[in-house]
C-alpha cells in the first residue's frame, strides 16, 4: 500500500471529524415545549440579561401542539407557562392571565417575567461544558411541568413537578378557587420565608413548613432558594423538551404538530441563572448561585427546529424526517461536505 495514500486518507478522515464535532457543538440546543394540559397555555420565555432573545417571548400552544426553539450555544434563562389568557388581538396591551401573567398586555411577554405564582423550568446552557437546568417552585406553583433531555451525555436526569399542587395547596397559599398555589415568600413576605436580610445564608435560611410539602410532593423541584442540592441537574450537549401536564392521561398517544420556529443566532454567556424578572419572588439558584438584574438580551439571529412529531406510549418523542437524534447535527452544512469532497480530490 502507498504509505502517501495511507497518510492522506487519516488525514481526510481527522478532518471530517473535526469538522462534524465543531459543527455540532456551536449548533445550539433545540427546545421542545408540549403540551399535554386539556386547555390552551401560553408559555413564556425570558432571556438572562446578558442572553440574546429567542424568537419569541411569548406564544400560544393548544392542547395536544409542540413547538420548538432554536438557543445558541451558552443562552440562559426561564420558561413557565400563562394559563386563562385573554388578548384582544389588536396588540393594544389590555389582555392578561389567570396565571403567569408576564405584565405586557399580550401574547409575547417582550422581556418580562412571570407574575407568582408560576412554575419555572431554568436552564444555562454550556459553553462546551455542562448544561445546568431545574424545575423551581420558588416562586409558586400554577402548573406540572417536566423537563427532559435527549441525545446528551452525562447524568441528564430528567426533573420536574407532575403533581397537582393547586390540589393540596394550604388555604392560606391559594389563589382563586385553585388556580395556583402562592410561595410562603409570595404570601407572607418575611425575610425567613423568603431568605433574605438576615436570612440571606444557607446557614441561616432553613426550608419551611411550606417548603417541605412542595419538596415532599416534587422531591426533584427547588422548593426554596437554598434547595440546590437535590434540584440542580446536568447534561452535555442534549435538546430538552419542556412538557406542561405531563401526566395528563387523555393526551397519551395522540398526534403532535411540532410548529417551526426561528432562534437565535448569536451565543450569550453568562453562568448560573442571574436574572431576576418584573414580578415578586426570590427565583431559585443554581450551582453557580443566584443574582439579579433585569431585562434580556437584544440580538436577533435565525435558525430553526421544526418537523412532524408524535407522543408515543412512553411519552419520548420520535422526531421528524431529517431531525435525528438530535437536531445538533443539523447544521454539517453544504459547505462543510464541499470542503470535505474537494481535500478528498486533493490528497487521494
Known amino acids: 500500500m502507498d504509505p502517501f495514500s495511507s497518510s492522506s486518507h487519516n488525514l481526510i478522515l481527522s478532518l471530517v471529524l473535526l469538522l462534524f464535532f465543531t459543527f455540532r457543538g456551536v449548533s445550539g440546543t433545540t427546545f421542545t415545549f408540549v403540551n399535554r394540559c386539556d386547555y390552551t397555555v401560553w408559555p413564556g420565555i425570558l432571556a438572562n440579561a446578558n442572553s440574546p432573545r429567542l424568537d419569541s417571548t411569548g406564544f400560544e400552544l393548544p392542547k395536544q401542539t409542540a413547538r420548538t426553539f432554536q438557543a445558541p450555544t451558552g443562552w440562559s434563562g426561564r420558561f413557565?407557562?400563562?394559563?386563562?389568557?385573554?388578548?384582544?388581538?389588536?396588540?393594544?396591551?389590555?389582555?392578561?392571565?389567570?396565571?403567569?401573567?408576564?405584565?405586557?398586555?399580550?401574547?409575547?411577554?417582550?422581556?418580562?417575567?412571570?407574575?407568582?405564582?408560576?412554575?419555572?423550568?431554568?436552564?444555562t446552557l454550556g459553553t462546551g461544558g455542562q448544561d445546568f437546568y431545574d424545575v423551581s417552585l420558588v416562586d409558586g406553583y400554577n402548573l406540572p411541568v417536566f423537563v427532559e433531555g435527549t441525545g446528551g451525555s452525562g447524568q441528564c436526569a430528567s426533573t420536574g413537578c407532575s403533581t397537582d399542587l393547586n390540589r393540596m395547596c394550604p388555604t392560606e397559599l391559594r389563589v382563586g378557587d385553585g388556580d395556583a398555589c402562592k410561595s410562603a415568600c409570595e404570601a407572607f413576605g418575611t425575610p425567613e420565608y423568603c431568605c433574605s436580610g438576615a436570612y440571606a445564608t444557607p446557614a441561616t435560611?432553613?426550608?419551611?413548613?411550606?417548603?417541605?410539602?412542595?419538596?415532599?410532593?416534587?422531591?426533584?423541584?427547588?422548593?426554596?432558594?437554598?434547595?440546590?442540592?437535590?434540584?440542580?441537574?446536568?447534561?452535555?450537549?442534549?435538546?430538552?423538551?419542556?412538557t406542561f401536564c405531563p401526566s395528563s392521561p387523555?393526551?397519551?398517544?395522540?398526534?403532535?404538530?411540532?410548529?417551526?420556529?426561528?432562534?437565535?443566532?448569536?451565543?450569550?454567556?453568562?453562568?448560573g441563572f442571574a436574572y431576576s424578572?418584573?414580578?415578586?419572588?426570590?427565583?431559585?439558584?443554581?450551582?453557580?448561585?443566584?443574582?439579579?438584574?433585569?431585562?434580556?438580551?437584544?440580538?436577533?439571529?435565525?435558525?430553526?427546529?421544526?418537523?412532524?412529531?408524535?407522543?408515543?406510549?412512553?411519552?419520548?418523542?420520535?422526531?421528524?424526517?431529517?431531525?435525528?437524534?438530535?437536531?445538533?447535527?443539523?447544521?454539517?452544512?453544504?459547505?462543510?461536505?464541499?470542503?470535505?469532497?474537494?481535500?478528498?480530490y486533493l490528497f487521494l
Not at 100 to 106: A, L, T, V
Not at 329 to 338: E, F, K, N, Q
Open 80 to 123: 413557565w407557562a400563562r394559563t386563562g389568557c385573554s388578548f384582544d388581538g389588536s396588540g393594544s396591551g389590555s389582555g392578561s392571565c389567570t396565571t403567569g401573567d408576564c405584565g405586557s398586555g399580550q401574547v409575547e411577554c417582550n422581556g418580562a417575567g412571570a407574575a407568582p405564582p408560576a412554575t419555572l423550568a431554568e436552564f
Open 205 to 242: 435560611c432553613s426550608p419551611s413548613v411550606y417548603s417541605q410539602m412542595f419538596k415532599a410532593a416534587c422531591p426533584k423541584s427547588y422548593s426554596y432558594a437554598y434547595d440546590d442540592a437535590t434540584s440542580t441537574f446536568t447534561c452535555t450537549g442534549a435538546d430538552y423538551t419542556v
Open 277 to 344: 424578572d418584573s414580578g415578586a419572588g426570590s427565583g431559585s439558584g443554581s450551582a453557580t448561585g443566584t443574582g439579579t438584574g433585569t431585562g434580556t438580551g437584544t440580538v436577533p439571529g435565525s435558525g430553526s427546529g421544526s418537523g412532524e412529531a408524535m407522543l408515543a406510549d412512553d411519552g419520548s418523542w420520535l422526531a421528524g424526517l431529517a431531525m435525528g437524534d438530535s437536531n445538533r447535527a443539523g447544521p454539517l452544512s453544504i459547505t462543510s461536505i464541499a470542503l470535505c469532497i474537494i481535500l478528498s
Open 250 to 271: 387523555s393526551l397519551k398517544s395522540t398526534p403532535m404538530t411540532a410548529t417551526p420556529s426561528q432562534g437565535a443566532a448569536t451565543a450569550g454567556s453568562t453562568p
